[in-house]
């Protein structure tokens, strides 16, 4: 079987000739459907990078990325009917604060999936009461708290229907309370079967959600591992270092 | 118990007794109003500072009958009003084909298509240079330079304009359209650029085209930013209709100086410069209320 999401040898570097940063260097990873894989790692170490150029925010310098065995990382394809297909939430939100929150859901399937807007509408409205969010749909973003408005970034991203979702540190920004009511949404996206890759920093949540846990460290996937696994005894000594740290700092 | 816990005990209880302002509430309306008294006074001796310097003056009984001559005024006053029409009409004209022109300039200096570099370069060099040269001299060259070349003669008519080609009241316009875009262009350039990348990366994640990014996300939120230094801008071109005179279009400058040609008095001058501060400050308080409204609907806390 065909991983839903491949990538395979992929390398990226930023700077000029001579100030270069290897942001990742050879990373390759499989993603199966219905499969939830983290990545972690201390910051700067590649993750967000990874999660944009899978959705082709950033050109790759080397490598490929296949979507159900198709190269979506080759030069000079339409990256907009690829980028339709996969969701991605930012740790920002990037909710569009000119609209309400109804508007920010159906811009995308009214302008690019050409749905009518009674009907995007009512899916979003859908979308909305299943988050517990139906009565936040005249809003606008800067009237919610952080969590309402990731929530409902969230909800914008699936109103696309994406075969599969990147969340980039999507409660780094969120206080530990808030942090709960996001993690429930993506706890229900894969009782749902969504496939998932998710940077981030709550490795309870990445052992209990994930299949799959990658562990970065200066663009390199040192280790990557079923939770327990990696978790309970990683492999790689830095792996470790890492995992005592974060325990360390109370976050495990 | 120790000092500390004791002065803690003394300010914790916010007591509040209905119909009583708190002991917080007291001191901001005490601080609200010894402000307000304090901003009077200094308002009061400044002015009448002002005014004593200038009424002691050896020339003031000279300048006061020249400049400020009552009956003068009384009589000028609402003839200047009658041309005040010309000046809005100007204006109104002038307005919406800046928007529009502005928008496009600033648009071709946001393309990245390789196939539109000319249109950049073009609109690179457009704002330097009219922003480079004074209006007044734009006027000047565009105004009386082009009706010589008789390009086109006779009349024309578009939605609902009319007149002859060749007619200052064309070509003044034209060119303070054209002075004017470079500016608005800059400031719509300036609002597209404020809009955070991130903004962009969420609507490309969507799918969202190049256009559509520009069209949904970007400009609204642009346009919106702007506005209130496009008033800026606008507030300044209803100012400078006023320099279409020098084409010989009479309007309230226009007039204004004639009376004073024809009087040897400076009235009516001075009844001009009401007649522009009546157009202009309520055109200020627009943009001060379209702000506060902008504010409040999209929400957000106010730091005052």
Redesign the interface.
Same mark, same amino acid.
């Given at each position: 079987m065909t991983a839903k999401l491949r990538i395979d040898d992929v390398q990226k570097s930023f700077g000029g000739k001579h100030d270069r940063k290897v942001v990742l260097n050879h990373v390759s990873l499989d993603v199966g459907e219905h499969e939830v894989v983290c990545l972690i790692g201390a910051s700067g170490s590649g993750k967000s990078t990874l999660l944009?150029c899978i =959705?082709l925010?950033e050109p790759i310098d080397d490598g490929a990325i296949f979507l159900d065995g198709v190269d979506i990382s080759e030069p000079g394809l339409d990256?907009? !009917?690829i980028?339709?297909r996969?969701?991605?939430v &930012?740790q920002?939100y =990037? %909710? &569009? !604060?000119?609209m309400s929150v109804l508007e920010n859901i159906t %811009? /995308?399937p009214t302008?690019?999936l050409r749905h009518d807007t009674a009907e995007a509408r009512d899916a979003a409205l859908e979308l909305l009461s299943r988050f517990s969010l139906a009565d936040k749909a005249a /809003?606008?973003p800067?009237?919610l708290s952080g969590g309402q408005q990731q929530r409902v /970034?969230i909800v914008?991203?699936l109103a696309?229907k994406p075969e599969l979702m990147l969340l980039d540190e999507v409660t780094a920004a969120l206080d530990p309370v808030l942090v709960g009511e996001v993690l429930n949404v993506i706890r229900e996206m894969r009782t749902e079967g969504m496939t998932m890759v998710l940077a981030t920093h709550e490795m309870g949540f990445a052992r209990e959600i994930s299949d799959q846990v990658c562990f970065l460290k200066d663009g390199v996937v040192l280790e990557s591992a079923p939770p327990d696994q990696l978790f309970t005894s990683p492999s790689h000594p830095e792996t470790a270092e890492f995992l005592e740290r974060v325990i360390a700092s109370g976050r495990l | 118990m120790t000092d500390h816990d004791e002065g803690a005990d003394n300010v914790s209880a916010p007591s509040r007794v209905p119909g009583q302002l708190t002991r917080r509430e007291q001191w901001l309306r005490r601080r609200r109003r010894r402000s307000a008294t304090v901003a009077l006074a200094s308002t009061a001796l400044t002015f009448g500072i002002v005014i004593a310097v200038v009424t002691s003056s050896s020339g003031w009984p000279k300048v006061k009958s020249l400049f400020f001559d009552p009956a003068r005024f009384k009589d000028d006053f609402p003839e200047l009003l009658g041309y005040l029409w010309v000046d809005v009409k100007l204006f109104l004209q002038c307005a919406p084909l800046i928007v529009i022109w502005g928008m496009v300039i600033a648009l071709c200096r946001n393309t990245r298509n390789p196939v539109l570099f000319p249109l950049r370069v073009f609109a690179a060099v457009y704002t330097d240079f009219f922003r480079g040269v004074p209006v007044i001299l734009t006027i000047y060259l565009i105004g009386f330079g082009i009706p010589k070349l008789k390009l086109i003669e006779g009349d024309f008519h578009f939605l609902g304009f009319g007149g002859a080609w060749n007619s200052p009241y064309l070509w003044g316009p034209i060119a303070l359209v054209l002075a004017y875009s470079a500016y608005v262009a800059e400031v719509f350039r300036a609002g597209i650029e404020s809009v955070h990348e991130? #903004?962009r990366? +969420?609507?490309?994640? *969507?799918? *969202?085209?190049q256009s #559509?990014t520009l069209r949904?996300?970007v400009l609204?939120?642009a346009v919106?930013r702007v506005i209130p230094p496009l008033m800026n801008d606008f507030l300044s071109l209803q100012k400078d209709v006023a320099l279409l005179s020098i084409l010989g279009i009479v309007e309230v400058f226009r007039r204004a100086t004639s009376i004073k040609d024809k009087t040897f008095n400076f009235t009516p001058l001075v009844a001009a410069a009401v007649i522009f501060l009546v157009l202009t400050i309520p055109e200020t308080r627009l943009v001060d209320w379209y702000t506060n409204r902008q504010r409040k609907?999209? +929400?957000?806390t106010v730091i005052s």
């Open positions: 944009r =959705n925010l990256a907009d !009917p980028r339709r996969i969701g991605m &930012f920002s =990037n %909710l &569009f !604060p000119h %811009l /995308a302008k690019v /809003a606008y800067d009237q /970034a914008r991203a696309m | 991130s #903004q990366a +969420g609507a490309r994640s *969507l799918g *969202l085209s #559509q949904h996300v609204p939120q919106r609907r999209t +929400g957000g």
